[in-house]
């Protein structure tokens, strides 16, 4: 277990993708810090993982909307207060919202913009400042291959996810020089609610035969986050089963 007793923070940990995540950092041995808006599902994740006895890490609940600087600026404080140390942050959270952009109003942009990129480089920036006095650490974004194709009436959430492209490899050239690597993961079409309720189409619409899920996320996390690869930073990995790469004609 590669990840035995290191500090992991995921934000938006409490459900779907940042569930596996913060589960399978466990399962390798790391205490997790769930930083999660949603209560109650924060809390049940770290209860579902603190009493399973196959897992060797841990994990504790930490309430918080990313969207409000300072309670970013509180989470770092107390993982420093706690640990003393942060090994990897997954930045996770984040929401959507599908509107015209001839109705989207500028409350509901920034909202987003907010939630879903600025808290992006706000916690980047604060666990940084923890990382470089231990050597480093590994930084990873979850970004959306909405970012290079869209859906109408998703501007905000792309160009959230667009940004956060651009964030990463920035971040990566500038605390590359404090042993911080900074990468991003791009999902595609990622099922956590009924995977059983999926049609034969929606699998077939993928060159691998099936849709994703969560755990296909988590895998890689754990690859990028790794000590071992620390020649890879600033970079994009888009797992999506192959579904951006097909091109699609009428039939």
């Not at 500090?7 to 997790?32: F, K, S």
């Amino acid at each position: 277990m590669k990840y035995t007793d290191n500090i992991v923070i995921v934000t938006g940990g409490g459900q779907g993708i940042g569930r596996a995540v913060a589960t399978m950092y466990a399962t390798e041995g790391a205490h997790v810090v769930i930083a999660e808006y949603n209560r109650a599902a924060g809390e049940e994740t770290a209860s579902l993982i603190n009493s399973t006895e196959a897992v060797k890490g841990t994990a504790h609940f930490e309430h918080i909307d990313v969207s409000v600087p300072a309670q970013i600026e509180q989470l770092m404080r107390t993982v420093d207060e706690r640990w003393g140390r942060l090994d990897a942050l997954i930045n996770n959270a984040g929401l959507s919202v599908w509107e015209s952009p001839y109705e989207l109003t500028v409350e509901a942009w920034d909202h987003i913009l907010n939630t879903n990129l600025r808290s992006v480089f706000l916690a980047s920036r604060e666990a940084a400042k923890i990382m470089r006095r231990h050597g480093g650490g590994a930084i990873l974004n979850l970004c959306s291959t909405r970012a290079h194709m869209s859906e109408p009436h998703s501007e905000a959430y792309a160009a959230s996810k667009g940004g956060i492209l651009s964030l990463t490899h920035a971040l990566g050239v500038s605390l590359g020089p404090d042993g911080i690597r900074v990468n991003a993961i791009s999902p595609g079409w990622i099922e956590h609610r009924d995977y059983a309720a999926l049609r034969p189409g929606d699998h077939a619409q993928h060159p691998v035969g099936r849709v994703g899920t969560p755990d296909d996320i988590a895998r890689a996390c754990l690859f990028l986050t790794q000590k071992d690869n620390d020649f890879i930073t600033g970079t994009e990995l888009i797992i999506d089963g192959g579904m951006t790469r097909k091109m699609i004609y009428e039939p």
